[in-house]
């Protein structure tokens, strides 16, 4: 198989990934980011205290695929790691997911397991048999009284919109539990890396075959000076916003460096709506095994993206499904270039199914390129259903 040049647009995790399989079949990859640090989202970095920042907010990592945390450990050292949220409402800190210690402590009971299922079954709203927004979602899920104190208020700060206007899905991943288990993730593996997530991006870009070019934009007129294209940015942004710009949530982020400790956990959500902030997270907890006298924490705000902002959540609602429509039909027309990852297929994804997926990518072009057939534009389906 005759060695290829690709150019890998996005230095986060997929375009990592992507590359440094393509450089170890023996092809070129040339990454390029606009940022001037790689890992994306998940970048990390020394605050002046000594701790270690989650520059775009927490990240968690966390799978049940035994390859995917084969591969990321290749790379660097993991630290177990269990996430631990609590969740303001009113002047009380209640542990989240909801469990058992949640349902007692909010009610003023002391059900055993048994008895809060079948009180918190009197409380869900039965009637509800076919859920189509998140209040749906929630209050078929825990009535009516959760649902307002932990869901309603902090849903409408995150997503800027009324929850009958969110689709159920979003709640649909959050667990409730009849124990007294506290850790967010069930995943049975978990953690994050000793010293961040930078040094490993770094790592699996370190490669013969492998260049990066940062504070570099790629612009679709180079495409023709490489066999392919793997394109890990916005899809809107690389047919220039022809159909308008697809909708994200953004964070603003107010940092503040106090000495001890602020809160005694890594994540208190706000669930009251007149609390103009969504979450305070405090970034030494990120790494329980480093000592530091002072601590930083990060207060954060929800809003929508503007155009020179990062993008973080899509809001995949009517409107920006209609144009993703548009945006997948024209990028299905394209030959020589591939879209993956969070921002190539505007979804959400978290870290260990972006790596997944860019392992399962990886694999595919080369199988193509085996079979000297062209390498298809998606390997899964922003519309929906897989195409690996």
Known sequence: ??????????????????????????????????????????HTERHKTGVMVHTYGPHIFHT???????????????????????????????????NLTLINEFFGTNFSPAEAEAFIATKADSTITNPASFEDQGLRFVGRELYDAFFAGYTKKQWGVDP????????????????????YFNHPHQGIPEHGYTPIVQAILDHENISVHLS??????????????????????????????LAYRTLDFEQHVSDGDFQGCPVLNYCDEQVPFTRITEHKH??????????????????????????????????????????????RAQKGVTFLGRLGTY?????????????????????????????????????GGAKH
Not at 6 to 33: C, K, N, P, Y
Request: glycine share 6%.
């Open 1 to 42: 198989m005759l060695a290829r040049s690709f150019a890998i647009v996005g230095a986060g995790f997929s375009g990592a990934v992507v590359a440094r399989q393509l450089a170890e079949a023996g092809h070129t990859a040339t990454v390029f980011d606009t940022r001037d640090h790689v890992a994306g989202n998940c």
């Open 64 to 98: 049940q695929h035994e390859h995917v945390w084969e591969f990321i450990t290749r790379f660097g050292s993991m630290m177990p790691y269990r996430h631990r949220v609590r969740a303001m409402v009113g002047d009380k800190a209640f542990q989240m997911p909801m």
């Open 164 to 183: 009958t206007e969110l689709p159920a899905s979003i709640l649909a991943r959050l667990p409730l539990r009849f124990t007294a288990d506290d850790s």
């Open 216 to 245: 570099t934009r790629f612009e679709r007129e180079q495409a023709s000076e490489y066999d392919h294209v793997v394109w890990t940015g916005p899809i809107d942004a690389y047919f220039g916003f022809e159909f308008g710009r």
């Open 286 to 331: 990120f790494a329980p095994w480093e000592n530091h006298d002072q601590t930083v924490t990060y207060t954060e705000y929800s809003r929508l993206c503007g155009d020179n902002d990062t993008p973080y959540y899509p809001i995949r609602l009517v409107k920006e499904t209609d144009q993703l429509v548009n945006y997948v039909h024209q990028a």
């Open 347 to 383: 979804r959400y994804l978290d870290m260990d199914v972006t790596i997944h997926e860019a392992l399962a990518a990886a694999t595919a072009m080369l199988k193509a390129l085996e079979s000297n057939q062209d390498i298809p534009q998606f390997f899964t389906d922003p519309l």
